[in-house]
């Protein structure tokens, strides 16, 4: 099984790599902002309490995150790894994932992240923002406050992971093309 992270500030490009590198390496790819988005859009009580964090560009707690990842994760046990997008994102949650896959003998394999500049970020959020329909994308401040979540709580996981010797960093500036390349050369190379 290989079980993958991929890492990176918002908007650095992971939810379009994710689409390659699943169908590419046969992943389950779980995206905690989508399915937040997911459970906005049907009105469940979870999408309820998510929408007031995310609508500000705060993180959504972690007891109802970690919960809610663990069950995904329980249903595709079939799956013959995971491709995480956008968790974890704090300590706690990164400590929680590895608990739990301790726990059905598996283990993250690699954490691979996109790199770019926030003043690139931040306008390319921007320019989604007008058809995203995403609130968090359509207004500086709050995009400025998920830089600063990922800068406080979600940047020291990259020391987290270089401890275990599972990150890897690729250049997430090029054509789409260009940035699957690279990290299917790190997945290769696992
Ligand atoms: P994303 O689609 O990954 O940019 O996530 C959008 C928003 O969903 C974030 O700004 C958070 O409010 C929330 N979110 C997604 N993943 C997580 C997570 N792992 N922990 C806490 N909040 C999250």
């Excluded at 902002?33 to 560009?57: S, W």
């Excluded at 010797?165 to 699957?180: H, L, M, P, Q, R």
Aim: aromatic fraction near 8%.
């Amino acid at each position: 099984m290989i079980n993958i992270v991929l890492f990176g500030k918002p908007g650095a490009g992971k939810g379009t790599q994710a689409e390659f590198l699943k169908e590419k390496y046969n992943l389950t790819h779980l995206s905690t902002g989508d399915i937040f988005r997911f459970n906005i859009k049907n009105e469940t009580e979870l999408g309820k309490l998510a929408k007031t964090y995310m609508d500000k560009g705060d993180l959504v707690p972690d007891e109802v995150t970690i919960q809610m990842l663990q069950s995904e994760v329980d249903k595709n046990l079939e799956s013959k790894g995971f491709l995480f997008d956008g968790f974890p994102r704090t300590l706690s949650q990164a400590e929680a994932l590895d608990a739990f896959l301790e726990n059905k003998g598996d283990k993250i394999t690699a954490t691979v992240a996109l790199e770019a500049d926030d003043e690139i970020l931040v306008k390319r959020l921007l320019e989604r923002g007008k058809t995203s329909g995403r609130p968090d994308d359509q207004d500086e401040e709050k995009i400025r406050n998920r830089y600063q979540e990922y800068n406080e709580k979600t940047a020291p996981l990259m020391q987290y992971y270089k401890a275990q010797d599972k990150f890897y960093a690729v250049d997430g500036i090029g054509s789409i093309a260009e940035i699957t390349h690279r990290l299917s050369s790190v997945i290769d190379s696992l």
